[in-house]
């Protein structure tokens, strides 16, 4: 975008976009607002009109309220560890030449297409159930102790299914930008005397920096909102109930509206606040 | 010291041999020049060199060790590459470091090279940019200078001037050659542009199909082609070929008179024709004289202020003395 005048048609061509997703985006967000200063308890007495910063207050205040943000943390942290990790050395591995490449490809990326209700009965029910799952026969068959896995370790678990979920994600994004790496940089490399691990290093990894910082974005707004996982598996009990589980529960177990509507406006904060901290980072990346 | 010799090498890809068996020794100190039309195996070459690519049989030396299964980076050579591979991430600074970090030397001395490199190719103006930020001539500096603070007994270039504008390119071509009579190591230098060829080499050597089929200095090969193929190749505009009763009269089954070897008057030559197509290079004009009964479109050079024009009739006199005589099966005789 050089000229001014290619700078204005810009504008003027984005606007329908803009404002369609405005009115898409405005129209909740002031619904959250304005029943986030409202006592509206549905089924104990309806809208009783305004609170003030009571909800605000009250969300933050509950002792529920910080494991909540912990949980979050820990889930969305592990998962784009995991997945960024496993996705870098799973796109080096797909992108070397081998017999029934494109097989392996589609089943790596198998998981994405499954919805994520349907992934998290699934581990639920045929791999960490105690009784019958996998894990618990392997367990048995090296004489261990089966581990009821959403109970004790319930966010090992969650983290396990959810970065399944994502790893395709991440690889292929990964594999693409190891494909458009030039093959004569690495060969450039190997002429100047560096070894695999070191031609990783300097070369691959700083190659794919781009990417990984648009996997880690992109994840991390979806992650920061994941639901089904938990509802499906542990219910929020056990350590697990991250901030929009809690916002969940305030309005449809404890049908508080109000309540749920100023957790809302924190999440929304908080999601924000990465989004420009994560910005920050692409942006710089973007640059060079 | 850089004395590389291939013995019998070959090489295949799959059931496809690429190269059939080959010899040739390059001179330590030699700048030789691999010149051959499109797909005949020169970069193939180059990389069996560089140890880019496994030999299928044969041997290669350097310096009269084997090295066939020596990893590259080991062999002692540096290559530049036609899209110049550099680092992007990297300074420039840093892109010439890279080799000598791998070779762990410390900060001093990687800094006097450094700093070496860059006197000698006039790359302390932008030693702190990026590649990203650079232009094609001064990325092909900067991949020259990566080359040579390795010191390596060879330089392996793989047509690396074929990105540049013309106007650049005689000015690298210049500095190559330039920095070749400093620095006296090995060169090994892939083109296909004649003038490359013939300009910079110390030695020329002609590939068809992966097949030799001439080594030799780029006046050896001017003068005396050792087969149809290294005449047509060597020499531009091409040598004229010409077989038929013409050939016959002149002993030999196919006669090869080069362009600038014909005089071109109005008359009171042995041949004639008609002015086809002239090309005006200011110093030089190249004539394409049809209808001559010599069975195919003759190219005359003649001097830039020769005024004829097309549709002309021209008589032509070749120069006995320089024509070059072939037999029915292709080669040079006598
Ligand atoms: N990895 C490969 N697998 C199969 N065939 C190959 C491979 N690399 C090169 N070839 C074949 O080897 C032959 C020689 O290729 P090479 O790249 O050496 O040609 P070249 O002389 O460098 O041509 P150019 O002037 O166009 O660069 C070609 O026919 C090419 O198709
Ligand atoms: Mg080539």
Known sequence: ?288 | MGRITLDKVTKSFGDVEVIPPLDLTIEDGEFTVFVGPSGCGKSTLLRLIAGLEDITSGQIRIDGNDATSVPPARRGLAMVFQSYALYPHMSVRKNIAFPLRMAKLDQAEIDRRVEGAASVLNLADYIDRKPGQLSGGQRQRVAIGRAIVREPAAFLFDEPLSNLDAALRVGMRLEISELHKRLETTMIYVTHDQVEAMTMADKIVVLRAGHIEQVGSPLELYRTPRNLFVAGFIGSPRMNLISGPEAEKHGCHTLGIRPEHIEVSAEGGPWSGVVGVSEHLGSDTFFHIHDTGLDETITVRADGEVGFSHGDRVSLTPREDVMHRFGADGLRMA
């Open chain 1, 1 to 288: 975008m050089a000229t001014k005048a290619s700078r204005s048609a810009a504008r003027l061509m984005m606007a329908p976009a803009v404002i369609l997703l405005l009115g898409w985006m405005l129209v909740p967000l002031t619904m959250t607002l304005w029943f986030s200063f409202r006592r509206y308890l549905p089924l104990r007495g309806g809208d009783q009109g305004w609170t003030g910063f009571d909800n605000y207050v009250r969300f933050v205040t509950s002792s529920a309220f910080w494991p909540a943000v912990q949980a979050t943390l820990v889930i969305v942290g592990g998962v784009l560890i995991i997945t960024v990790c496993l996705g870098v050395l799973l796109a080096i591995l797909l992108d070397q030449p081998m017999w029934g490449q494109g097989i392996v490809r589609v089943l790596v990326i198998a998981p994405f297409f499954v919805m994520p209700t349907v992934s998290a009965l699934v581990w639920k029910n045929m791999f960490m159930d105690p009784v019958n799952g996998l894990f618990a026969h392997v367990w048995r068959f090296f004489g261990a102790e089966p581990l009821s896995w959403l109970s004790e370790a319930s966010m090992p678990s969650i983290i396990l299914i959810v970065s399944w979920q994502w790893l395709p994600f991440a690889t292929l994004i990964l594999l693409t930008a190891i494909q458009s790496l030039d093959s004569e940089q690495l060969e450039a490399a190997e002429m100047d005397g560096a070894p695999k691990l070191k031609q990783f290093w300097f070369i691959i990894l700083p190659h794919l920096s781009r990417a990984i910082t648009i996997v880690i974005l992109i994840q991390t707004i979806f992650l920061l909102s994941i639901f089904a996982e938990i509802f499906v598996t542990t219910g929020g009990a056990f350590g697990t109930r991250t901030l929009t589980y809690l916002i969940f529960q305030r309005v449809l177990e404890s049908q508080n509206v109000g309540l749920g509507s100023a957790g809302g406006v924190y999440a929304i904060i908080l999601a924000n606040i990465v989004a420009l901290f994560l910005m920050r980072i692409v942006g710089k990346n973007l640059d060079n």
